[in-house]
Antibody, heavy 114, light 113 residues
């Protein structure tokens, strides 16, 4: 199971931290991703992190603003989001794997607005 | 970025009829050094998170009914449903996992007549 949390209303330029609790599988050996979904742009892969870390990958629009990280002792995945923009408004999903995304948890909604 | 183009945008199918969804990538999604083609298909039911149906073009996930099949190579891929059932409604997405950033198709909405 994957359970994302931390979504909220944020101001443009603000910050949020998303968390994802993983259970039911050996978290530390799996690459993990964040994917977001908007009515206008559909599904967009945002970031990924290797199972053992520290290698990370990002889509261009979030590079330098978002940071994906993980805690393999706590079975937790994180997405630190800074300098938020209106276009970051979306439902964010925590997902298992990178190249073969195989499991999605329920999303958490992020709204960036004044 | 690799652009994934799906067609049709939507289709309405009578139960028991066949349906085909197409996905074309702007460049080959064969990973040249690994030899794998990272092309996945997902099904999103209303109000639910997407569920993977196939990985590596045609590797069916556990629990996916046999009426679903997938094929393709290089830049052209197809998802087929041999006899659509009511539970198959929703949106189908293809996704390439070969080139960063990973990209999704725009989705094909399947409705039942």
């Amino acid at each position: 199971q994957l359970l994302a949390s931390g979504g909220d209303l944020a101001r443009p330029g603000g910050s949020l931290r998303l968390s994802c609790a993983a259970s039911g599988f050996t978290f530390r050996i799996y690459d993990m991703s964040w994917v977001r979904q908007t009515p206008g742009k559909g599904l967009e892969w945002v970031a990924g992190v290797r199972g053992g870390g520290p290698e990370t990958f990002y889509t261009d629009s979030v590079k330098g603003r978002f940071t994906i990280s993980r805690d393999n002792f706590k079975n937790m995945l994180y997405l630190e989001m800074k300098s938020l923009r209106a276009e970051d408004t979306a439902v964010y999903y925590c997902a298992k794997s990178i190249r073969e995304i195989e499991m999605w948890g329920p999303g958490t909604r992020v709204t960036v607005s004044t | 970025d690799v652009v994934m183009t799906q067609s049709p945008l939507s289709l309405s199918v009578t139960p028991g009829q066949a349906a085909s969804i197409y996905c074309t990538s702007s460049q080959s999604v064969l990973h040249s050094s690994e030899g794998f083609t990272y092309l996945n298909w997902y099904h999103e039911r209303p109000g639910q998170s997407p569920r993977r149906l196939f990985s590596h073009v045609s590797k069916r996930d556990s629990g996916v009914p046999a009426r679903f099949s997938a094929s393709g190579s290089g830049t052209d891929f197809t998802l087929q449903i041999s006899g659509v059932q009511a539970e198959d409604v929703g949106i189908y997405y293809c996704m390439q996992g070969t080139h960063f950033p990973l990209t999704f198709g725009g989705g094909t909405k399947l409705e039942i007549k």
